[in-house]
């Protein structure tokens, strides 16, 4: 019996892929993280390393469940922008971020649509317990949004990927909290020299699968 032709012919160009998408700022998605050294080597253009191929492949499925939940909420009457314009913050123009949908009601835009998707487990911690105990990084991004558009309505919709489950929670805006993560982007822009690692280590849970693991570790 012959197995994985094709299998390997898709393993083989995705593993291939370099991301050269070198950022010039630090975005709402990446400010939330634990580690201010990532964050301080994606602002200064740091070059990453290879993503594995299974890693790339579960990311772009959640991109395409992302666009089909966007389809599901059109279906059920609610106006969606995609890919809204892109944001700055005023305090700290290069700290940056960009929607990936909104909420229009009468030409107008009543709330930022933010749509994740999760395994089982991570999907019950979140209908459990909330956004902000349960990903503080989507938290933070969504916080960094409402901050910068000065739209202080925002929705996470979260898709559980096992079983199709459903949930939403209405975030509202912290401006305090907000205000904190200026603080943050712009001591780490300001940083002359790499910020501490999170951990020693090279496999940590969080430095394993790090773009810049090896760059950090080394």
């Not at 469940?65 to 599901?72: F, K």
């Not at 940590?204 to 760059?215: D, E, G, I, M, P």
Request: one cysteine or more; aromatic letters at 12%; hydrophobic letters at 40%.
């Amino acid at each position: 019996m012959t197995r994985d032709t094709l299998s390997k012919k898709i393993e083989k160009v995705q593993s291939e892929i370099i991301d050269d998408n070198a950022r010039d700022y630090i975005g709402g998605s990446s400010i939330g993280a634990d580690c201010l050294r990532q964050i301080w080597y994606e602002f200064k253009g740091t070059k990453a390393e290879k993503v594995p191929a299974k890693i790339r492949r579960t990311w772009m499925i959640g991109k395409h469940l992302e666009g089909l939940i966007l389809d599901w909420l059109e279906i059920a009457g609610i106006k969606v922008t995609r890919v809204w314009y892109n944001l700055q913050s005023e305090r700290v123009p290069f700290f940056k971020g960009h929607v990936d949908s909104v909420w229009t009601k009468k030409d107008e835009v009543f709330a930022i649509i933010e749509v994740k998707t999760a395994k089982d487990s991570s999907f019950v911690t979140f209908v459990k317990k909330g956004l902000k105990a349960w990903n503080p990084q989507y938290y933070a991004q969504i916080q960094s949004y409402m901050g910068m558009s000065g739209i202080f309505n925002a929705y996470i919709l979260v898709l559980n990927k096992d079983n199709s489950e459903l949930s939403d929670e209405l975030v509202t805006f912290d401006e305090i909290f907000y205000k904190a993560l200026e603080d943050k982007a712009l001591m780490i822009s300001e940083a002359v020299t790499p910020p501490p690692k999170i951990n020693g280590s090279p496999i940590w849970y969080q430095c394993k699968c790090c773009k810049f693991n090896r760059t950090c570790h080394t």
